[in-house]
């Protein structure tokens, strides 16, 4: 972002990563008219990214339910009657193929997921063969397997991850209404190492679990003010799943999950905000709004974790209908309207 931006748009010029947003200024973002809001956002975005290409990240949960965790939104806690079955670890040929598919159909980033609190004993080594098996496929790899100490952050760097998603899922003053088996500084330590290993950041939450304004506000001045903050951002929508406390929780407008992505790319220039789960129930109207308030990436394929995604084929012909296009292989164009270089992520 160059200074003539910021004056623009009339936000004070920082470095991507020293500027501290405060709870009252974050809020005051989401306080704009929505068109104000998000012809801020777009200048942003057209700052640092080509504005019509989007990420394609494909997820496979390699360890499904069972999980001795809380989280109210999660259909693969064991203590909620979701009808999520629990699996064992996936094998590797089956990472594999998934994998190869989700190249095939276009993705270029390839996320694994474990239904774990924190990965035990031999559970790093076997996933450490899985992110090398993607990663010599020419994909990006991402894995999001709870929490991790020091040691399994390195030896995951080691096998060549490139991202580890760790969430901050809410504000911490809403955190405590749900999770109750783990608090929001394990979730900043996880990150730390994530950090200090050398991998990149995905960090995120999800909206729409019954938190006021301010409190979504106060979740993207957490993220935005993690030194340096993540490469990419996944903003999720509550999925709401029958069995799970928040399922029946009051429906977010989704006007407002527009203005979050909004100020998540006002307050995170460089970051890949990814337009998570949950836009299955938005339909193609409100998907296009995110996209112009400076979402540049999506979950990819028919599945989620657990749970239904927009199928492929009707993402692609969304993304050609808005003249969108998905990023190719290798990463970022680095193209943009100020000529400055983009970062990863
Ligand atoms: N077990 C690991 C953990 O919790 O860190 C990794 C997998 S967990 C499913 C990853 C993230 O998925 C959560 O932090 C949460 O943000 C998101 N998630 C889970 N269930 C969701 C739901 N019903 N709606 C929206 N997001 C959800
Ligand atoms: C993230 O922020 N969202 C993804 C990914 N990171 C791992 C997970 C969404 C899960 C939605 C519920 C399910 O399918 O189980
Ligand atoms: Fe377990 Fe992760 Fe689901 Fe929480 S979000 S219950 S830690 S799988």
Redesign the pocket.
């Known amino acids: 972002m160059t200074a003539s931006i910021y004056r623009t748009i009339g936000l004070k010029p920082v470095s991507a990563n020293a500027q501290t947003w405060t709870e009252e200024s974050v809020a005051e973002l989401f306080e704009l008219p929505f068109n104000d809001l998000l012809y801020r956002a777009q200048q942003v975005h057209r700052a640092h990214f080509a504005p019509n290409e989007v990420e394609l990240a494909t997820l496979f949960s390699i360890k499904t339910?069972g999980?001795?965790?809380?989280?109210a939104?999660?259909?693969?806690?064991?203590r909620y009657h979701t009808g999520v079955e629990a699996g064992k670890l996936a094998p590797l040929e089956q990472v594999i193929a998934a994998a190869k598919q989700a190249k095939a159909n276009g993705a270029t980033r390839f996320c694994m997921?474990?239904?774990?609190?924190e990965p035990q004993g031999r559970d790093i080594g076997k996933v450490q063969m899985m992110v090398s098996a993607v990663k010599s496929l020419g994909m990006e790899t991402c894995a999001?397997l709870?929490m991790l100490s020091s040691e399994q952050a390195q030896q995951l760097r080691d096998a060549g991850l490139d991202y580890y998603n760790h969430?901050l899922?809410t504000a911490p003053e809403f955190y405590g209404e749900i999770?109750t088996?783990?608090v929001y500084q394990d979730r900043l330590d996880t990150l730390d190492h994530v950090r200090q290993a050398g991998l990149k950041v995905c960090c995120g939450g999800i909206v729409g679990m019954g938190e006021s304004r301010q409190q979504r506000a106060n979740l993207v001045a957490q993220l935005a003010n993690l030194d340096p903050y993540p490469e990419s951002v996944p903003i999720n929508h509550l999925v709401q799943v029958p069995g799970t406390p928040l399922n029946g929780s009051e429906p977010l407008d989704p006007l407002e999950f527009v203005r979050t992505i909004a100020v998540a790319r006002i307050t995170m220039p460089l970051a890949r905000v990814r337009l998570s789960a949950g836009r299955r129930e938005f339909g193609e109207a409100v998907q296009a709004l995110c996209f112009l308030a400076g979402a540049n990436s999506i979950f990819y394929g028919d599945k989620l974790?657990t749970t239904c995604n927009p199928e492929a084929a009707a993402d692609r012909a969304l993304l050609s209908k808005l003249g969108m296009h998905p990023l190719a292989e290798g990463g970022e164009s680095g193209a943009c309207d100020c000529g400055t270089s983009t970062r990863a992520g």
């Open positions: 339910g999980c001795p965790e809380d989280c939104y999660c259909p693969q806690a064991a997921g474990a239904a774990w609190r999001t709870g969430n899922d999770i088996t783990r974790l």
